[in-house]
């Protein structure tokens, strides 16, 4: 029993961290968000000395935090045997085994393609290898799901950034090409409801700031703050009963808590967008 408890403990960690990030669409688990932490803090260190990482840094944090996972479970599990007396043998000759056949047994259950050479020799066993197995194929099948999530986030971001871009973010005057302010306050309002999307987007999958881009053409912190600053000047000189001065205060609105979540909490909202202008 000395190894269950503590293995037990181990694998209801996991999966507490595993759900929260991968279910409930509210951020990252304890153990996740320390992965991500260390990389969004080393792309921001790398922006801030003038290198912009690429997008691969953000498919090494996926990895990370899904090798994070496979392995808390895969020790959790080979403590959990390692406290069930004569808990595995070799198939047929029914000798004992040490504990690097543990550490295959385990590691081969959680892969979801059987159990090898080896098999539990009593029902506690039995009953641990049925968990080991399903929880590996849960923890697998979902990180897999995760990641085609985040890619598809990753790509939405792309879009906007670039759609941004294209239509003034290169000159960072957005008012040029538009017939007058009505017409720019509408294309406003369209771009605050895709905005919504990856706000929420962002809230889900933290691990989005991970994928900084090299190209400034598809970073959406950074096409953002230019259309922010925009906005945030003029709504500074639109009166507050102006149509167009309530489409651009609803994208500051969506504005302010998108950078909230980057972790952004200036109280002026201009410092706000300089420093999501360096995300």
Known sequence: MEYIIPGLVLILIVMADFVRTTLTTKGEGPLSSVVSGVLRNLAKL?????HRPSEVLGAICVISIGSVWLAGLWVGWVLVFMGIPDAIAHSGSKVGIGIYDIVYFVGFNLSSLGIGDLAPRNPMAQMATVL???????????????????????????????KLYLVGG???????????????????GEISKELVSCTE?????????????????????????????????????????????????????VLDRYTSLTGITDDDMSERLVKLSKL
């Open 170 to 188: 290169h000159k960072g005057e957005f008012l040029t090409e538009f017939p007058g302010e009505k017409e720019f306050a509408a294309w406003v």
């Open 46 to 50: 790398s922006i801030r000395m003038g």
């Open 132 to 162: 080991t197995s399903f929880s590996g194929l849960l923890v697998i099948t979902l990180i897999v799901t995760y990641a085609i999530s985040v890619v598809g986030a990753v790509v939405a971001r792309r879009v906007l950034a670039f």
């Open 201 to 253: 987007q962002r809230l889900a999958y933290p691990v989005l700031d991970c994928f900084t881009s090299k190209d400034e053409r598809f970073s959406l912190p950074v096409q953002l703050a230019a259309l922010g600053i925009e906005c945030y000047r003029k709504t500074r000189n639109a009166g507050a009963t102006e149509p167009s001065a309530k489409e651009l205060e609803s994208l500051l609105s």
